[in-house]
Each structure stands twice: as C-alpha cells, then as structure tokens.
C-alpha cells in the first residue's frame, strides 16, 4: 500500500483538483472534515426526496450512510428495495435505484485534471451517477485527489480492490470484484453533481 494512495494531498493539489472539476461543470466545496461534508449533506438534499447510498465506506465512516437510511427525513431507496426479491424484480430494483432523485457515494479517486473514477463490482451505483439521478453528491476525502486518469486507474486496482475484497468477505462472505468502472470526465448538466472535497482522509 503506496503512502501516494493513503495520504491527504495538500493544499495545492486540492485545489488544482477542485478547479478543474469546477471547468467541468462539477460544483464543487473544500471542506475541512467529513462533519463538515455530513452537515453539508443535510443542506444539499430536500426533505421527502428520495436517495440511494451507494456502498461506501466513506459514507459509513462519516455517519452519512446512517442518516440518509434511518432518520425518517428521506425516501431511502435501500431501505424500499431491501425486501425486494432480487430474481423477481431485479428490473424493478434496477429502475428504482438508478434514478433516485439523490444519489449520494464516493469515488475511488479524482484527478486534478478533473475527472471522477468508481469501480463497482455489481454497477447499482453507477447508473445513478452518470446521469440516472436528479442529483448527486460525492464525499471524496483528500487522499483520492491523483495527478491524472492513469495514475487514478491505477489507484482503483493497486489500492482500492484489494481493501473493498477484505470487506466483502467481511460482509458478505465473498470477494469483491473490479466488474464495472466509470469515468465521469465533466457534467453535462452543470450543477447536477457536487463534489465535497475534504482535507483529511477518509475511506479507501
């Protein structure tokens, strides 16, 4: 595990990075901390609206995850489909998690060029990402931030695979797996995605 991939980038290089996000049509907000980017998130989504979580440690981590499925203000998505037969209506989970109103998650890293990269094993996060969600806000904590698209690809298989295989197994009794990835190079729809940028690590 290369310290490249584990420690916060500095000042300059968040910077960089949330300049290029914001040519791309990315909102984007430095933040200091994940209270911060959890408060934040409160503000950003309305009550009633409904959200999916994609699977992040991020998200557990920062008490995001748990606010969004338990506090009764939103529709949460995961909560609405976990009784779902995943045989019977897998069309139906698909539709209803790929466009939520909200969806929140991370990324495996952020180039300071400007773009978002995600890996998945299943993909139920990406759809929403990529444009299936009205909104959709990405918590990233500083040690993502990479020089450039190689280097974040790079990050996804070297660092990210091996950390989400250990918690799979934890979780799920099985490994993960490197199915899909998605490259978000810039927003058509300028606002549709905030980027919160923190200055601390946090997540894989």
Not at 85 to 97: H, L, N, V
Not at 129 to 148: E, L, R, T
Not at 155 to 169: G, S
């Amino acid at each position: 595990m290369t310290s490249a991939f584990t420690d916060p980038a500095p000042a300059d290089r968040l910077e960089r990075a949330a300049a290029a996000l914001t040519a791309h049509n990315f909102a984007v907000e430095i933040l200091d901390d994940a209270a911060a980017a959890r408060a934040r998130v409160r503000d950003l989504i309305p009550a009633g609206a409904s959200v999916f979580t994609g699977a992040s440690e991020t998200l557990r981590l920062s008490g995001i995850e748990d606010d969004i499925t338990t506090s009764g203000r939103y529709d949460a998505i995961k909560g609405r489909t976990r009784g779902m037969d995943r045989e019977t209506s897998a069309r139906e989970i698909w539709a209803t998690i790929g466009s939520p109103d909200v969806i929140v998650g991370s990324v495996a890293a952020v180039t300071e060029t400007g773009s978002l990269v995600a890996g998945s094993a299943s993909g139920g996060q990406l759809p929403g990402y990529a444009g299936g969600a009205g909104q959709a806000i990405w918590i990233v904590g500083a040690q993502k931030v990479v020089p450039d698209l190689a280097t974040a690809l790079r990050r996804v298989e070297e660092h990210c695979l091996p950390l989400e295989n250990n918690r799979a197994m934890t979780a799920y009794g099985q490994p993960s797996a490197l199915n899909r990835i998605l490259v978000l190079n810039a927003e058509p729809q300028p606002g549709r995605g905030t980027v919160l940028l923190l200055r601390e690590a946090i997540g894989f």
